[in-house]
Protein backbone atom coordinates (compact mmCIF):
# COMPACT_ATOMS: atom_id res chain seq x y z
CA UNK A 1 0.00 0.00 0.00
CA UNK A 2 1.42 3.40 -1.15
CA UNK A 3 2.03 5.60 1.82
CA UNK A 4 1.53 9.27 2.11
CA UNK A 5 4.94 10.26 2.14
CA UNK A 6 5.61 8.16 -1.20
CA UNK A 7 1.91 9.41 -2.34
CA UNK A 8 3.63 13.41 -2.20
CA UNK A 9 6.84 12.56 -3.91
CA UNK A 10 4.65 10.54 -6.90
CA UNK A 11 2.68 13.75 -7.02
CA UNK A 12 5.60 15.94 -7.26
CA UNK A 13 6.79 14.00 -10.26
CA UNK A 14 3.89 14.25 -12.13
CA UNK A 15 3.89 17.62 -11.86
CA UNK A 16 7.65 18.43 -13.09
CA UNK A 17 6.94 16.18 -15.94
CA UNK A 18 4.74 19.08 -16.97
CA UNK A 19 6.82 22.22 -15.53
CA UNK A 20 10.48 22.61 -15.07
CA UNK A 21 10.00 23.23 -11.43
CA UNK A 22 8.23 23.86 -8.12
CA UNK A 23 8.48 26.49 -5.66
CA UNK A 24 8.78 24.60 -2.09
CA UNK A 25 5.94 27.01 -0.37
CA UNK A 26 3.39 26.22 -3.96
CA UNK A 27 4.13 22.42 -3.53
CA UNK A 28 3.07 22.59 0.08
CA UNK A 29 0.36 24.28 -0.43
CA UNK A 30 -1.21 22.23 -3.60
CA UNK A 31 0.11 18.75 -1.40
CA UNK A 32 -1.78 20.39 1.64
CA UNK A 33 1.02 19.82 4.09
CA UNK A 34 3.71 21.87 5.70
CA UNK A 35 7.10 23.67 3.83
CA UNK A 36 9.04 21.12 6.43
CA UNK A 37 6.75 17.86 5.27
CA UNK A 38 8.33 18.60 1.93
CA UNK A 39 11.83 19.01 3.12
CA UNK A 40 12.00 15.63 4.82
CA UNK A 41 10.36 14.17 2.02
CA UNK A 42 13.22 15.23 0.18
CA UNK A 43 15.84 14.55 2.20
CA UNK A 44 15.17 10.72 3.12
CA UNK A 45 17.69 8.13 2.70
CA UNK A 46 16.74 7.40 -0.77
CA UNK A 47 19.78 7.51 -3.35
CA UNK A 48 17.09 6.53 -6.18
CA UNK A 49 15.15 9.76 -5.15
CA UNK A 50 15.09 12.16 -8.95
CA UNK A 51 14.10 15.30 -7.11
CA UNK A 52 16.12 17.74 -5.30
CA UNK A 53 15.66 20.95 -3.46
CA UNK A 54 17.57 24.07 -4.89
CA UNK A 55 17.14 27.72 -4.66
CA UNK A 56 13.59 27.33 -2.75
CA UNK A 57 12.96 25.15 -6.16
CA UNK A 58 11.76 21.49 -6.26
CA UNK A 59 13.69 20.54 -9.75
CA UNK A 60 13.98 16.80 -11.27
CA UNK A 61 17.28 15.51 -11.36
CA UNK A 62 19.10 12.64 -12.89
CA UNK A 63 22.54 13.21 -11.13
CA UNK A 64 23.47 14.07 -7.54
CA UNK A 65 22.10 18.18 -6.24
CA UNK A 66 25.88 19.07 -5.76
CA UNK A 67 27.11 19.04 -9.47
CA UNK A 68 23.78 21.08 -10.38
CA UNK A 69 24.16 24.97 -11.22
CA UNK A 70 21.31 26.58 -8.90
CA UNK A 71 17.94 26.47 -10.58
CA UNK A 72 16.84 29.67 -12.62
CA UNK A 73 13.46 31.34 -10.98
CA UNK A 74 10.34 30.21 -12.47
CA UNK A 75 8.77 32.92 -14.27
CA UNK A 76 5.68 34.18 -13.36
CA UNK A 77 3.59 32.83 -16.23
CA UNK A 78 4.45 29.55 -15.19
CA UNK A 79 3.67 30.33 -11.51
CA UNK A 80 0.20 31.32 -12.69
CA UNK A 81 -0.47 28.18 -14.50
CA UNK A 82 0.20 25.98 -11.85
CA UNK A 83 -1.93 27.71 -9.40
CA UNK A 84 -4.79 28.14 -11.92
CA UNK A 85 -4.06 24.20 -12.79
CA UNK A 86 -5.03 23.43 -8.98
CA UNK A 87 -7.83 25.43 -9.31
CA UNK A 88 -9.20 23.69 -12.35
CA UNK A 89 -8.01 20.37 -11.40
CA UNK A 90 -10.22 20.54 -7.98
CA UNK A 91 -13.69 21.19 -10.23
CA UNK A 92 -13.21 17.65 -12.18
CA UNK A 93 -15.55 14.53 -10.13
CA UNK A 94 -15.30 11.10 -10.60
CA UNK A 95 -16.77 9.89 -13.73
CA UNK A 96 -17.36 13.40 -15.47
CA UNK A 97 -16.72 14.15 -19.19
CA UNK A 98 -14.55 17.46 -19.49
CA UNK A 99 -13.17 19.50 -22.47
CA UNK A 100 -9.64 20.12 -22.47
CA UNK A 101 -8.96 23.23 -24.48
CA UNK A 102 -5.33 23.46 -26.35
CA UNK A 103 -3.86 25.89 -23.62
CA UNK A 104 -0.20 25.47 -22.31
CA UNK A 105 -2.11 25.37 -18.40
CA UNK A 106 -4.25 21.73 -19.24
CA UNK A 107 -1.56 18.97 -19.44
CA UNK A 108 -0.79 21.10 -15.79
CA UNK A 109 -4.35 20.64 -14.93
CA UNK A 110 -4.99 17.14 -15.90
CA UNK A 111 -1.72 15.98 -14.06
CA UNK A 112 -3.13 17.58 -10.77
CA UNK A 113 -6.68 15.10 -11.23
CA UNK A 114 -5.90 12.59 -8.77
CA UNK A 115 -4.50 8.87 -11.08
CA UNK A 116 -7.10 6.65 -8.95
CA UNK A 117 -10.22 9.18 -10.61
CA UNK A 118 -11.95 7.83 -13.84
CA UNK A 119 -13.08 10.69 -15.97
CA UNK A 120 -12.90 11.07 -19.22
CA UNK A 121 -11.23 13.77 -21.72
CA UNK A 122 -11.90 15.30 -24.94
CA UNK A 123 -9.18 17.16 -26.36
CA UNK A 124 -7.72 18.33 -29.80
CA UNK A 125 -4.39 18.72 -28.57
CA UNK A 126 -1.23 16.68 -29.04
CA UNK A 127 0.25 17.48 -25.52
CA UNK A 128 -2.98 16.99 -23.91
CA UNK A 129 -4.32 13.91 -25.55
CA UNK A 130 -0.17 12.65 -24.13
CA UNK A 131 -1.39 13.97 -20.45
CA UNK A 132 -4.54 12.16 -21.13
CA UNK A 133 -3.10 8.54 -21.58
CA UNK A 134 -0.32 9.36 -18.66
CA UNK A 135 -3.56 8.82 -16.27
CA UNK A 136 -4.35 5.48 -15.14
CA UNK A 137 -8.17 5.67 -14.98
CA UNK A 138 -8.44 7.92 -17.91
CA UNK A 139 -10.36 7.82 -21.17
CA UNK A 140 -8.96 10.17 -23.92
CA UNK A 141 -11.06 10.85 -26.52
CA UNK A 142 -9.14 12.99 -29.31
CA UNK A 143 -10.53 15.10 -31.91
CA UNK A 144 -8.91 13.97 -35.37
CA UNK A 145 -8.07 15.60 -38.54
CA UNK A 146 -4.93 16.72 -39.56
CA UNK A 147 -2.27 17.68 -37.44
CA UNK A 148 -0.66 21.55 -37.81
CA UNK A 149 2.78 21.13 -35.31
CA UNK A 150 2.66 24.59 -34.95
CA UNK A 151 -0.51 24.56 -32.86
CA UNK A 152 0.32 21.03 -31.81
CA UNK A 153 -3.31 20.64 -32.48
CA UNK A 154 -5.71 18.54 -35.02
CA UNK A 155 -8.34 20.06 -37.34
CA UNK A 156 -11.28 18.81 -39.36
CA UNK A 157 -14.25 20.71 -39.98
CA UNK A 158 -15.58 18.86 -42.61
CA UNK A 159 -16.54 15.76 -40.77
CA UNK A 160 -17.76 14.47 -37.90
CA UNK A 161 -16.20 15.52 -34.54
CA UNK A 162 -16.88 13.16 -31.07
CA UNK A 163 -18.07 17.43 -29.79
CA UNK A 164 -21.01 16.63 -32.33
CA UNK A 165 -22.66 14.15 -30.07
CA UNK A 166 -20.96 14.34 -26.48
CA UNK A 167 -22.21 16.61 -23.85
CA UNK A 168 -18.87 17.41 -21.55
CA UNK A 169 -20.08 18.65 -17.75
CA UNK A 170 -17.03 20.33 -17.65
CA UNK A 171 -15.45 22.62 -20.44
CA UNK A 172 -11.98 24.18 -19.35
CA UNK A 173 -11.29 26.89 -22.01
CA UNK A 174 -7.68 28.69 -22.31
CA UNK A 175 -7.78 32.14 -23.34
CA UNK A 176 -5.02 34.88 -24.34
CA UNK A 177 -7.31 38.01 -23.59
CA UNK A 178 -10.18 39.03 -21.25
CA UNK A 179 -11.75 42.71 -22.17
CA UNK A 180 -14.89 44.52 -20.57
CA UNK A 181 -15.99 45.37 -24.34
CA UNK A 182 -14.10 42.36 -26.37
CA UNK A 183 -14.77 39.23 -24.14
CA UNK A 184 -12.52 36.11 -23.84
CA UNK A 185 -10.26 36.05 -26.75
CA UNK A 186 -7.77 33.49 -28.45
CA UNK A 187 -4.39 34.38 -30.01
CA UNK A 188 -5.06 31.26 -32.46
CA UNK A 189 -7.85 31.64 -34.74
CA UNK A 190 -7.39 27.80 -35.99
CA UNK A 191 -8.85 26.83 -32.59
CA UNK A 192 -11.56 29.00 -32.36
CA UNK A 193 -14.05 26.53 -34.40
CA UNK A 194 -13.25 23.51 -31.59
CA UNK A 195 -13.20 26.32 -28.62
CA UNK A 196 -17.10 27.25 -29.62
CA UNK A 197 -18.69 24.32 -30.27
CA UNK A 198 -16.98 22.83 -27.24
CA UNK A 199 -18.84 25.85 -25.53
CA UNK A 200 -21.97 25.25 -27.35
CA UNK A 201 -22.18 21.83 -25.75
CA UNK A 202 -20.75 21.75 -22.39
CA UNK A 203 -23.10 22.20 -19.33
CA UNK A 204 -20.56 23.89 -17.29
CA UNK A 205 -18.10 26.28 -19.09
CA UNK A 206 -15.09 27.62 -17.14
CA UNK A 207 -12.37 29.79 -18.78
CA UNK A 208 -8.90 30.05 -17.19
CA UNK A 209 -7.06 33.37 -17.51
CA UNK A 210 -4.03 34.50 -15.76
CA UNK A 211 -4.01 37.90 -14.42
CA UNK A 212 -1.66 39.46 -17.06
CA UNK A 213 -4.17 38.88 -19.28
CA UNK A 214 -7.33 40.86 -18.38
CA UNK A 215 -7.72 44.40 -20.55
CA UNK A 216 -5.95 42.12 -23.31
CA UNK A 217 -7.38 41.91 -26.70
CA UNK A 218 -6.59 38.49 -29.01
CA UNK A 219 -7.22 38.14 -32.43
CA UNK A 220 -9.71 35.44 -32.51
CA UNK A 221 -13.29 36.31 -29.97
CA UNK A 222 -14.49 33.08 -28.15
CA UNK A 223 -17.73 34.83 -26.62
CA UNK A 224 -18.52 37.63 -24.01
CA UNK A 225 -17.64 36.77 -20.25
CA UNK A 226 -21.06 36.08 -19.45
CA UNK A 227 -20.81 32.85 -21.66
CA UNK A 228 -18.71 31.28 -19.52
CA UNK A 229 -20.04 29.87 -15.45
CA UNK A 230 -16.77 30.25 -14.17
CA UNK A 231 -13.61 32.19 -14.25
CA UNK A 232 -10.43 31.28 -12.81
CA UNK A 233 -7.70 33.42 -12.36
CA UNK A 234 -4.26 33.56 -9.95
CA UNK A 235 -4.96 36.47 -8.32
CA UNK A 236 -7.81 38.76 -7.57
CA UNK A 237 -9.33 40.11 -10.98
CA UNK A 238 -9.36 43.86 -11.39
CA UNK A 239 -12.85 45.13 -9.78
CA UNK A 240 -14.35 46.61 -13.17
CA UNK A 241 -14.40 42.38 -14.56
CA UNK A 242 -15.74 42.04 -10.33
CA UNK A 243 -18.69 43.39 -11.53
CA UNK A 244 -19.05 42.26 -14.90
CA UNK A 245 -19.09 38.84 -13.49
CA UNK A 246 -21.91 39.40 -10.89
CA UNK A 247 -23.66 41.24 -13.51
CA UNK A 248 -23.42 38.30 -15.72
CA UNK A 249 -23.93 35.39 -13.04
CA UNK A 250 -20.13 34.03 -13.29
CA UNK A 251 -18.80 32.70 -10.16
CA UNK A 252 -15.18 33.58 -9.58
CA UNK A 253 -12.29 31.36 -8.10
CA UNK A 254 -8.66 32.33 -7.61
CA UNK A 255 -6.42 31.04 -4.74
CA UNK A 256 -6.94 33.31 -2.67
CA UNK A 257 -10.88 33.20 -2.59
CA UNK A 258 -12.53 30.76 -3.77
CA UNK A 259 -16.19 31.41 -5.43
CA UNK A 260 -16.08 35.53 -5.18
CA UNK A 261 -19.29 35.70 -6.86
CA UNK A 262 -22.15 33.20 -6.80
CA UNK A 263 -22.65 30.68 -9.90
CA UNK A 264 -25.58 30.05 -11.99
Request: glycine share 6%; with cysteine.
Amino acid sequence: METKQKERIRRLMALLKKTDRIHLKDAARMLEVSVMTIRRDLNQEDTDLPLSLLGGYIVMVNKPASSLPAAAPVKKSQQGELAIAELAAGLVSEHDVVFFDNGSEMPLVIGMIPDEMTFTGICYSHQVFIALNQKPNATAILCGGTYRPKSDAFYDPNNPSPLDSLNPRKVFISASGIHTHFGVSWFNPDDLMTKQKAVRRGLRKVVLARHSLFDEVAPASIGPLSTFDILISDRRIPPEYESQCRDGSVKIITPDASGNEGSR
